[in-house]
């Protein structure tokens, strides 16, 4: 197909030429209201936000250029089909889920997925067979799952309807997806990927494979990530005939908004076609930056930056080399303040924090410059917290996550029991807690407080991290047990299916 066509673009363009008289919403009517958010941003940014009910065709039953946007999409991502998503990856999430589990089937996961795979499992009433992520006790932070827990799983849990795979993980471990779609597959089971930050992977063969290209059934892919579309649009894609148009139509239909962002789906319109046409130059020249910065950062006292060999050294079958992951070695601050410090000080902006790592995405938008300022900043950073003998305290938990007793669903339908997060032990989640970012919950509902959880959450309050929870001061939503089995038939009939 001709890559270089961006006919969604083309129509938007066109559409703004006509002319037009509006009298449908949005009100603004192309940009004719005064707004202070209009000075700012330029008034073609308004005027393009058109709905263009006849003109523009409509992403819920595309028949014109979405339908052709969607089509070179598919194409340039090896798919079979492709769908707009303008509520973000996790819109995809709720609906791959939901087109391919219903309740009371069993969906095999890793324990580290993003809280949009925990929301579809409430939707959907699934239950979880989870598979734990491999724990690198180093950097305490969750990787893979090895294949033989993917395959252990299979076997206990035969009927599963899909397995489920991050690809990569936000710190760009990388599963054997070959190895896990055929297994998959083999075992009568459907194989969904969540490629939230994996947009930029299979475009040349210095990065891992893609989700697509690995026979996967469905995958959701952040465009906005890291293939340059504007924040929440994203993909899904959709492969072979396992799972077929019609039902992830019907889902997308539930989770979809009517009044779809026309500047959304034209940035993916050219996201895709920049992708196609430069991504496989760019993330080479992308992947050596990193390889330079890798070599600077690793020049700093106090700081590691660990790439692929790290973590497949680690045991990972493959590693995303466009995430620069960061080691605080020896400092007498930690991966929260060295973020804050980043920003606050230096104005350089990373993606995450953890106790002892800090994250930085490379992309198609890096520049070197921006990469020297972030060593630079390290540099100086070095020269005031770095400390030789230092040793940090350490966590070490090996077991990360808390047991599950209570299907996600039936604890975030049960009778709420709010107590102090200290009264919590032994009772079930109503909520999922976790920081934000990366947003992979602690705890989710149906499973357990057990005293690791309850210190985890503690610590991670005590430092600057973004702690996600129902309330501010340490309450915490638990299930009302006894209440809960006084309603249970009520609570059944009425909800649980
Ligand atoms: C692993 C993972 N999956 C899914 C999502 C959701 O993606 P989106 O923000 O596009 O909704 C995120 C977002 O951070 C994520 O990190």
Redesign the pocket.
């Known amino acids: 197909m001709d890559q270089n066509k961006t006919p969604f673009l083309d129509a938007l363009k066109s559409y703004i030429k006509d002319g037009i008289s509006p009298f449908d919403v949005p009100g603004h009517h192309m940009g004719n209201a005064e707004n202070d958010f209009k000075d700012f941003v330029g008034e073609l940014t308004y005027t393009a936000d058109v709905n263009a009910p006849r003109g523009l065709d409509n992403l819920n039953h595309p028949s014109g250029v979405i339908r052709e946007a969607l089509a070179l999409t598919a194409d340039c991502y090896n798919a079979d089909e492709a769908f707009f998503l303008i509520n973000?990856?996790?819109s995809g999430?709720l609906a791959m889920i939901m087109a391919t589990v219903k309740a009371h089937e069993e969906i095999i996961l890793p324990r580290n997925v993003?809280k949009?795979v925990i929301n579809a499992l409430i939707i959907a009433g699934a239950i979880p067979v989870f598979v734990m992520p491999s724990f690198d006790k180093n950097l305490e932070i969750s990787n893979q799952p090895r294949i033989v827990d993917y395959e252990n799983a299979i076997k206990k849990h035969p009927n599963a309807k899909a397995i489920f795979v991050?690809n990569p993980t936000?710190f760009g471990a990388v599963n054997d997806l070959m190895e896990l779609s055929k297994l998959a597959h083999k075992n009568g089971m459907l194989c969904l990927a969540?490629e939230?930050?994996g947009a930029h992977l299979g475009f040349t063969k210095n990065l891992p494979i893609s989700a697509m290209e690995a026979g996967f059934d469905l995958s959701a892919v952040?465009m906005?990530?890291t293939a340059g579309a504007l924040t929440q649009a994203?993909i899904l894609l959709r492969k072979g005939n396992r799972v077929s148009h019609y039902d992830i139509f019907k889902a997308l239909m539930v989770v979809n908004t009517t009044s779809p962002s026309n500047l959304l789906i034209a940035s993916l319109d050219s996201a895709r076609k920049y992708m196609a046409i430069h991504g496989k130059d760019k993330l080479d020249e992308i992947l050596l930056l990193g390889d330079y910065a890798r070599d600077e950062i690793n020049k700093i006292p106090g700081f590691k930056a660990r790439g692929n060999d790290y973590f497949i050294g680690n045991g990972e079958y493959a590693y995303d080399n466009t995430k620069l992951v960061i080691e605080l070695e020896s400092l007498t601050i930690n991966g929260f303040e060295l973020y804050n410090i980043l920003r606050d000080e230096y104005n350089v902006q990373m993606e995450l924090a953890e106790q002892y790592v800090i994250l930085g995405i490379l992309a198609i938008g890096t520049k070197k410059l921006h990469l020297d300022n972030l060593i630079a900043a390290l540099k100086d950073i070095s020269t005031k917290y770095y400390v030789s003998d230092r040793t940090y305290p350490k966590y070490h938990y090996d077991s990360p996550f808390p047991k599950m007793v209570m299907r996600p669903r039936v604890a975030y339908q049960a009778p709420l029991k709010k107590v102090p997060l200290d009264d919590a032990l032994g009772l079930i989640s109503k909520e999922s807690i976790m920081i934000y970012?990366?947003?992979i919950p602690l705890i989710i509902p149906g499973e357990v407080f057990d005293q690791s959880i309850i210190d985890r959450i503690k610590q991670y309050k005590k430092t600057n991290a973004t702690v996600l929870m129902d309330y501010d001061d340490l309450t915490v939503s638990t299930v009302d047990y006894d209440q809960y089995l006084a309603n249970r038939g009520a609570v059944e009939d009425k909800f649980d299916d």
């Open positions: 973000g990856t996790s999430i993003h949009s991050i936000y969540d939230a930050h952040s906005h990530k994203s970012p990366p947003g």
